[in-house]
Nanobody, 120 residues
Framework: QVQLVESGGGSVQTGGSLRLSCAASGNIFSINAMGWYRQGPRNQREMVARVISGRSPDYADSVKGRFTISRDNAKNTVYLQMNSLKPEDTAVYFC??????????????WGQGTQVTVSS
């Protein structure tokens, strides 16, 4: 089993900042990718930012220049620093993990989601 613990969501005004964290633990041999997705009330889940091992981070066009993803490999933790937040960033943010288990199976996992609300 793999556990993902998310934290850092909340409510801010337009222009504010929030930092999300997601810590992975459990049956993990290695991590191939970690990232953040979001889902608004009327939208499909979309990729916000992700880090694939050995590659530069990917960002959705809508957050480039405002959000920064980083990963602490020693702690199996991924962070999302969100600056200059806009009302359209309001959504539930989900952590995603693509990991190889101790039995060498590659599996994907989702966090429980954390609410981010940006008011105008």
């Amino acid at each position: 089993q793999v556990q993902l613990v998310e934290s850092g969501g909340g409510s801010v005004q337009t222009g504010g900042s929030l930092r999300l964290s997601c810590a992975a633990s459990g049956n993990i041999f290695s991590i191939n990718a970690m990232g953040w997705y979001r889902q608004g009330p009327r939208n499909q889940r979309e990729m916000v930012a992700r880090v694939i091992s050995g590659r530069s981070p990917d960002y959705a066009d809508s957050v480039k220049g405002r959000f920064t993803i980083s990963r602490d490999n020693a702690k199996n933790t991924v962070y999302l620093q969100m600056n200059s937040l806009k009302p359209e960033d309001t959504a539930v943010y989900f952590c995603n993990l693509l990991a190889v288990s101790l039995s060498r199976r590659e599996l994907a996992y989702w966090g429980q989601g954390t609410q981010v609300t940006v008011s105008s």
